[in-house]
């Protein structure tokens, strides 16, 4: 007799949440495969979003069925892309979390944090990709250099970019 088959865990948010809110919650999820980000952090901030109110780390383990360190990942994450802020309450020790709403500061966050460590790990590409291409040992086809010199131009002017981008969000 064949081995039984075994079934694949398919996430499923916690029926605590209302309708609207698993919808804004897997629109968060979705955005942030586009990003590359765990699922957890579409969720988290989905949450916050949704809810509008403050919440600690607990109620985001109970509230979404998560575990606490996918919580405390996805809460690293988003706080480092400045995308929650955090305060506290006299007397208690937890801190609570809430939403950034604002585009502008979404952004920043997201260009200071994300975008720039892409940018950096180029960097790095870029330069072994060089290193290769100009060996003459590598059998690189010819004007192979001359596009990766075009890519390493298109860089440049991303890198060029990045303080124009920050300015007009200051706006």
């Known amino acids: 007799m064949p081995p039984a088959k075994q079934a694949v865990p398919v996430k499923v948010v916690p ?3 209302g309708p609207a809110e698993r919808e804004v919650l897997e629109f968060f999820v979705h955005l942030g495969k586009y990003l590359s980000l765990p699922r957890s952090v579409g969720e988290i901030y989905g949450f916050l979003f949704a809810t509008g109110g403050k919440h600690t780390l ?3 383990v109970s509230r979404l069925g998560i575990s606490k360190g996918s919580a405390s990942q996805g809460l690293r994450v988003l706080r480092g892309a ?4 955090v305060s506290h309450h006299p007397g208690d020790r937890k801190d609570y979390y809430e939403a950034e ?5 979404l952004l920043r966050g997201f260009l200071g944090d994300h975008l720039t460590v892409k940018l950096d790990h180029a960097d790095q590409r870029l330069g072994h990709l060089r290193e290769v ?4 040992r590598s059998g690189a086809p010819d004007g192979l250099a001359d596009r990766v010199d075009r890519l390493h131009s298109w860089h440049k002017k991303a890198r060029r970019l ?3 981008v920050s300015t007009f969000l200051k706006l």
Do not use: I
């Open 15 to 17: 029926t605590s949440l």
């Open 58 to 60: 607990d109620d985001l």
């Open 82 to 85: 400045r995308a929650v802020r």
């Open 101 to 105: 709403v604002e585009l502008p500061s």
């Open 133 to 136: 291409v100009e060996d003459p």
């Open 162 to 164: 990045m303080p124009l």
